[in-house]
């Protein structure tokens, strides 16, 4: 439409969730296809939360809660933060969202002025660049490739500031990759930051708990650091609430005051009874969760063994989250059943059209050698899928 403002046109859809929607539509129409796209546990939510959340409905929480969270789910999260990521926040630090991508588009928004430039070390979450175009940013890709298992080097970062760096958004455990940054690998990028005292750092924990290897640690921990980082997390991944939607910061106070007025204008503080629930959720002990993780592990040496047997996918050893990223680049130029591959776009369509699974272009994250898949569906499914990939492949 005409109408319509430059900003929104200008706006790409989300792939995650365009990719979703496309196979719903193939389903609804009688097609039998496997989601493979969308970044979402396949459990239900623990009993322990759901019986919270009805608590809360039964105890009459029906008013707007303060913009920022209620008071008792703030000190929750600090005592989140304390526990799992020795990082001491005060209440007036935390602001909780409609979901962690609402408190990164309120990090942007806040922080961001028209030109200013934000590093994403590729692969990247495919809203992190939508985003901060919104915010009038400009978004600077730092590459990596499956070589250096998906990290990008102190060097490169070094090379990619410019005096209009504003922000860097981080993510350990990498949506679409798996990788994790160890401890000494944030370390030897902080020496970096360290020097350029005007760069924010945005460290996106959504899947820290979804971890099989790498111990998670939080680059807020670098005391340097501390007083320009701003944690994201939520509890959508771990905690299986994806609609849910509940995300929060931990910030330094003068950012999580900005966030709050923000917000307020916006859309005020997020859902009470789901606010609740993640009170329950963060409290409980860690461990009753681990049964997702657990199976999340099983699921991942299941279909890298599958997918390893299939010539010309190149695969990484993801050490987090519920994504492999293969290498697919050895099909570019070839042409199979009628469909020329020439890139990770067309790859990714080719295998909707002939093996009808869903998967993500790594397009959209910013590498274009790879597809995402996601292997948070059942054994079952993600056995079928990789045969049909196969068949269809051969
Ligand atoms: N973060 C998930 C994904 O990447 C959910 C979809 C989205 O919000 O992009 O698939």
Redesign the pocket.
Known sequence: MDALSERINSLPV????AM?AKARELKNNGIDVIGL????PDFNTPEYIKDAAIQAVNDNYNSYSPVDGYADLKEAICTKFERDNQLNYKPSQIVVST?A?QSIANLCMVLLDPGDEVLLPAPY???YSAIATLAEAKSIIIPSSIDTDFKITPEQLEAAITPKTKLIMFNSPN??SGTIYSEDEYRALGKVLEKHPNIYILSDE?YEHINYGTPHFSIARIPELYDRTITVNGV??AFAM?GWRIGYIGAPEWIAKACNKMQGQITSGANCIAQRATITALLEPVSRIQYMVDEFSNRKELIISLLEKIDGFKLNRPDGAFYVFPDVSYYFGKTIDGIEINNASDFALFLLEKAHVAT?TGEAFGNDDCI?I?YAASEDNIKEAVARIAKALS
């Open positions: 989300s792939a995650t969730l979703a796209s969308l970044g979402e979901g991508k979450w495919v809203s949506n679409p959504i959508a991944k994806t993500v995402r996601s």
